[in-house]
């Protein structure tokens, strides 16, 4: 006897009745389900909610409606983020510090110097 038998023998029949046409409606109707490959909604872009942020300050504000977005483009703050503040380190107060710029790179050896290295190696 399975688990599910012994649950269907406790069922009155008014209860099996409402169970199969709630099992009726919710299966789908003309389409075959397999597990192994489950159906996946797709996702639907939403303008709103959406994040704006303000550029001299750093702030991140998050607008759920036209109305805020529209308040807080009055304000100053931009569709586009910022790109001299570094909005992976948000604080509390979803202020984004000033990037931190690190020393310059070395410039590229000129084919003169590659030769000079590539000369030494052979020496050794």
Same mark, same amino acid.
């Given at each position: 006897?399975? +688990?599910?038998?012994?649950?269907? =023998?406790k069922?009155?029949?008014?209860?099996?009745?409402?169970l199969?046409? +709630?099992?009726?409606?919710a299966?789908?109707?003309?389409?075959?389900?397999?597990?192994?490959?489950?159906?996946?909604?797709?996702?639907?872009?939403?303008?709103?909610?959406?994040?704006?942020?303000?550029?001299?300050?750093?702030?991140?504000? +998050?607008?759920?409606?036209?109305?805020?977005?529209?308040?807080?483009?009055?304000?100053?703050?931009?569709?586009?983020?910022?790109?001299?503040? =570094?909005?992976?380190?948000?604080?509390?107060?979803?202020?984004?510090?000033?990037?931190?710029?690190?020393?310059?790179?070395?410039?590229a050896?000129?084919?003169?110097e590659?030769?000079?290295?590539?000369?030494? =190696?052979e =020496?050794?």
């Open positions: 006897m399975t +688990q599910n038998s012994f649950v269907l =023998d069922l009155s029949e008014q209860d099996k009745a409402a199969l046409d +709630q099992l009726l409606q299966a789908p109707v003309g389409r075959e389900i397999d597990l192994g490959k489950p159906v996946v909604t797709r996702y639907q872009y939403r303008e709103l909610p959406r994040l704006v942020y303000h550029h001299e300050s750093g702030a991140v504000l +998050q607008v759920n409606d036209p109305a805020q977005l529209k308040a807080a483009l009055k304000r100053g703050f931009n569709l586009k983020p910022s790109e001299k503040h =570094d909005y992976s380190k948000l604080s509390a107060a979803n202020v984004a510090p000033i990037k931190e710029v690190g020393p310059a790179r070395e410039t050896m000129s084919a003169e590659l030769a000079e290295l590539d000369a030494a =190696d =020496d050794k």
